[in-house]
């Protein structure tokens, strides 16, 4: 089983930035992609940022380059680097993990971004 723990969610004022880590416990098992989604009230769950396993990168297109992910493979670990926030970046923020083999995936339990006007 693996367990998901996420850190770094908070309330940030417009243009501000924000770090998110993710840590998973357990065995992991290659191919996998691993990175985040986030949910906004009334709204339905969205990809954020995701690395695969071979280092390719995919984001949504609202990031518009304002976000940076990255991944600590060894630690199983991934990062969100959240810049010029936007209102509209409010969101609960999940880590996400899943494993091609087997098709077992696996979240966190989500970090609340509050994002200021």
């Known amino acids: 089983q693996v367990h998901l723990v996420e850190s770094g969610g908070g309330l940030v004022q417009t243009g501000g930035s924000l770090r998110l880590s993710c840590a998973a416990s357990g065995s992991v098992f290659s191919p996998n992609v691993m990175g985040w989604y986030r949910q906004a009230p009334g709204k339905e769950r969205e990809l954020v940022a995701v690395?695969?396993?071979?280092?390719?990168?995919k984001y949504g297109d609202f990031v518009r380059g304002r976000f940076i992910v990255s991944r600590e493979y060894a630690a199983n670990a991934v990062y969100l680097q959240m810049n010029s926030l936007e209102p509209e970046d409010t969101a609960v923020y999940y880590c996400?993990?899943?494993?091609?083999?087997?098709?077992?995936?696996?979240w966190g339990q989500g970090t609340q971004v509050t994002v200021s006007s």
């Open positions: 690395v695969f396993s071979g280092g390719v990168k």
């Open positions: 996400n993990i899943r494993e091609f083999v087997g098709s077992r995936d696996y």
